[in-house]
């Protein structure tokens, strides 16, 4: 349990995926510009991750590293992961039209958000079990959507801000994140990574 | 290489089925009728319904949310087209018929501060910064929306004079009844 526990803290704040790891960089500036479509941005990813990190581990598991096919494992990931967006856009479409304008090409573009085979391809060679893989998975996502709705809510308040117009705007934006960058530094020894 | 080839094959026929038969089942089903009563709208996204744009009137519509009299710059043949498509009585009781306007800027007032210009939806404010505006009243669609913002009330509405381009021949249901005996003056003889 207490594994479990480190793993999770770990995965979601001291190897944070946006603020340590650096990726999934572009939704992290493009969708944060409103609190609520990054909650919904980071629910859909939250969703592809997890699901995708638990067909990846089966994939990389019993295909990739019997058959020695390690050669493959970008082209099949991506597969896996193109197809676990392309449902949660279905999903989306039915259930929710407004988040799914609002998401807009954001939505199809987490199949080449970095983030997702990034946790794909780490916990295939950190070779994890599948519930320490699904448990990675789906803290790391949790990780990526606290940062993303934190940033939000920051820039929401830099939008009303004065600020230098030299700095206004995507400036302002990438000086804050570096800051909440190293505000995450302080979780760094919390627990082995 | 055929077990490369043979598994991604069948991840990619696997994973398409399991796509396809989501897909059947969450098929979302658009209103039709969304998109025709879209088209039946000016489409100037000017906003005075009350709604986003004309899109989200045309939704609000179809779903019978929204009485039909909302638009302005449709005017009385919108509310006539759009009671026609739904089968609801045009109510026009509440409808005051303006004749058509444009935007003037009263040069005198203006002072070029732009607002106007970032809120006209259909590009028809000529002006920079600290210089005086102007409406080109050729692509004005009387929306209105300029008036209210400027600072300096140095925009009005005025209709539009009917000069030999703007006069056309009255609709047939819209031209006032000629009264006995005075046909040839309503130009129906």
Known sequence: MKEYALLIISAALVNNVILARFLGLCSFMGVTTRIDTAVGMGMATTFVITVSSMADWAVGTYLLEPYGLWYLRTVTFILVIAAAVQFTELTVKKVSPPLFQMLGIYLPLITTNCAVLGIAILLVEHKMNFISATVFGFASSVGYSLVMVMFAGLRERLALADIPRLFAGPPSGFIVASLLALAFMGFSGMAAS | ?189
């Not at chain 2, 043949?77 to 935007?103: F, R, Y």
């Not at chain 2, 703007?166 to 003889?189: I, M």
Request: aromatic fraction near 4%.
């Open chain 2, 1 to 189: 290489m055929w077990i490369a080839i043979g598994s991604l094959t069948a991840m990619g026929l696997i994973l398409g089925g399991l796509l396809g038969v989501a897909a059947r089942f969450l098929a979302v089903k658009e209103n039709p009728l969304e998109e025709e009563l879209k088209e039946l709208l000016p489409g100037s996204q000017c906003g005075q319904c009350g709604y986003v744009g004309c899109s989200q009137y045309a939704a609000a519509l179809a779903k019978g949310e929204a009485p039909i009299t909302l638009c302005p710059p449709g005017g009385k043949a919108t509310i006539e087209a759009l009671a026609k498509k739904l089968g609801v009585a045009a109510d026009l009781s509440d409808h005051e018929e303006k004749v058509p306007q444009h935007a003037f800027v009263v040069e005198d007032l203006c002072i070029g501060c732009t607002r106007c210009i970032r809120e006209c939806t259909t590009d028809s404010i000529l002006g920079a910064n600290k210089l005086m505006h102007t409406i080109i009243a050729d692509t004005c669609h009387g929306c209105s929306k300029c008036v209210e913002v400027c600072p300096t009330e140095a925009i009005v509405m005025v209709a539009i004079p009917v000069t030999l381009n703007t006069w056309h021949w009255p609709k047939p249901e819209t031209a006032p009844k000629p009264e006995a005996g005075k046909l040839h003056e309503a130009g129906a003889v």
